[in-house]
Every structure is written in structure tokens, then in C-alpha cells.
């Protein structure tokens, strides 16, 4: 099994930034693509950010210019940057991870969520 944990989620003010981690633990050969999601109230989920094994990164068009997602592929661990956030970014973010536990057993994995809340 594979585990994905996230923190670093909290209240921030309009303009601030928070960075949130995803560290991915258990059984684990190989990860391919890590991604970051959201989910808001009322909502669908929404891709946010997305970065390969070779740390080829594409955006939502929403968060270009404003957020940075990065990995280190020997801590198993992905972050995102959030930079100039606005209330509209208001949401749970999740993590989600392609991960190879053998040769033969791959499957996606999503951690628990971390909330993010912008507000004055």
C-alpha cells in the first residue's frame, strides 16, 4: 500500500502564500506523475498543477504565474507554491500520485486533503 500525506494547508490573508507538502510513503518502486487538486464548496474538483518524474510541470490556467509545483523524486515528496493567493483559491487541496509498488502493480493514490482557506 501507499500512503500520501499533505500539511501546510491554513488561513492566510489575500496576497499571502503558503507552500503545501505531499509526502508519499509504503510500498513504493516507482512514482510518475504527482499532482495537486482542489475541491471548493459547491464545486468541481479541478487540476491545479501537475509535474512528471522528469519534472516536466503543467498549470491550471487559473494559478499560472501564481503557483510552483516542485518534487524530490528521493523523498518521494511533492510541494506546491502559492503565491499572491486570492479568496477564489479557497478549497481542500489533495494530492495525487501514479505510483508503481512492482513490475506488475501500479495503480493512482489520493492523500486526505489539506485546507486552504484565503481571507481577510
Known amino acids: 500500500q501507499v500512503q500520501l500525506v499533505e500539511s501546510g494547508g491554513g488561513l492566510v490573508q489575500p496576497g499571502g502564500s503558503l507552500r503545501l507538502s505531499c509526502a508519499a510513503s509504503g510500498s513504493i518502486f516507482t512514482i510518475y506523475t504527482m499532482d495537486w487538486y482542489r475541491r471548493a464548496p459547491g464545486k468541481q474538483r479541478e487540476l491545479v498543477a501537475s509535474?512528471?518524474?522528469?519534472?516536466?510541470?503543467t498549470y491550471a490556467n487559473s494559478v499560472k504565474g501564481r503557483f510552483t509545483i516542485s518534487r524530490d523524486n528521493a523523498k518521494n515528496t511533492v510541494w506546491l507554491q502559492m503565491n499572491s493567493l486570492k479568496p477564489e483559491d479557497t478549497a481542500v487541496y489533495l494530492c495525487?500520485?501514479?505510483?508503481?509498488?512492482?513490475?506488475?502493480?501500479?495503480?493512482?493514490?489520493w492523500g486526505q486533503g489539506t485546507q486552504v482557506t484565503v481571507s481577510s
Open positions: 495525487n500520485a501514479d505510483v508503481s509498488s512492482s513490475l506488475y502493480v501500479r495503480g493512482k493514490y
Open positions: 509535474i512528471t518524474s522528469g519534472g516536466i510541470t
